[in-house]
C-alpha cells in the first residue's frame, strides 16, 4: 500500500483496556467511522498467537474500509498477518531488516524524539514519523517528551509526513496547529471513550484544522 499524508489524519492506536464488553475489531471499526484514517494495532501483553489472532481479525476491518493498517514492533506478525506495515521504535528491529522481511511495499514508521534520530529514519527508509511523547500521558509513561519546539523543527527537516502522539485530546490538539504535522495519533482519546465513534468524530475535525 502507497501511504498518502492525508492517511496520517487521524492515526488511531488500539489499546484493549478499554474494550469492556466489545471485541477489538468493533471498536476498531467504530473508530473509523467517526474518522480514523490509520490503525496501529498495539498489543504488549498477548501471546504471539493470540498477537496474530487480533492482527488478522483487525485486518479485516481496515480492510473492509481500505484504512492503512500497521502493527506495533513487531515485525513478523505484520509479515504473518498480511498488514499494510509495522511501527518501530528506536530500540527495536531496525528499518532495514524490517524492510527486507516486509518488502518494499509495505509501509515502515519509526518513533523518534529528536531532528538527529527524524533524519536518520528518513535517509534509512522509514516512510513517516511518529514523534511525541508531545503531551504528559499515562498510556506511554516510559516515552521522552518532545517540545512543539522541536516537533516543528523536524517536521521542517524531514520530508516524510509525521505525526504527532502522546497525550494528544480534543482539549490541546489546536495547540499542534503551525507545526507541520501531517496528522495526530491517539490512543485513549479515542478507545476510552464511551463514544468511540464520536471521540473519532470530533478529533478528525481538529485534525483537519492543524495540518
Not at 178 to 185: A, F, N, P, R
Amino acid at each position: 500500500m502507497k501511504l498518502e499524508s492525508r492517511d496520517l489524519l487521524l492515526y488511531a492506536i488500539t489499546d484493549r483496556s478499554w474494550l469492556g464488553e466489545k471485541t477489538l475489531p468493533q471498536v476498531v471499526e467504530e473508530a473509523i467511522l467517526g474518522g480514523a484514517s490509520f490503525i496501529q494495532l498495539r498489543e504488549k501483553n498477548l501471546s504471539y498467537q493470540d498477537f496474530l489472532r487480533a492482527a488478522i481479525e483487525v485486518k479485516v476491518v481496515t480492510d473492509k474500509y481500505k484504512i492503512p493498517f500497521v502493527i506495533n514492533d513487531n515485525v513478523d506478525i505484520a509479515a504473518e498477518s498480511g498488514a499494510d506495515g509495522v511501527h518501530i521504535g528506536q530500540s527495536d528491529e531496525g528499518i532495514k531488516s524490517a524492510r527486507e522481511k516486509l518488502g518494499k511495499d509495505k509501509i515502515i514508521g519509526l518513533s523518534a524524539c529528536t531532528v538527529e534520530e527524524a533524519v536518520i529514519a528518513e535517509k534509512a527508509g522509514a516512510d513517516y514519523l511518529g514523534v511525541g511523547t508531545i503531551f504528559n500521558t499515562l498510556t506511554k509513561s516510559d516515552e521522552r517528551t518532545v517540545s512543539k519546539e522541536e516537533l516543528k523543527k523536524i517536521c521542517d527537516t524531514v520530508k516524510i509526513p509525521v505525526v504527532a502522539i502522546g497525550g494528544i485530546s480534543t482539549d490541546n490538539s489546536l495547540e499542534l496547529k503551525g507545526t507541520g504535522i501531517e496528522g495526530i495519533s491517539v490512543i485513549s482519546a479515542i478507545f476510552a471513550k464511551n463514544d468511540i465513534k464520536n471521540a473519532a468524530r470530533e478529533l478528525f475535525l481538529l485534525s483537519q484544522q492543524i495540518v
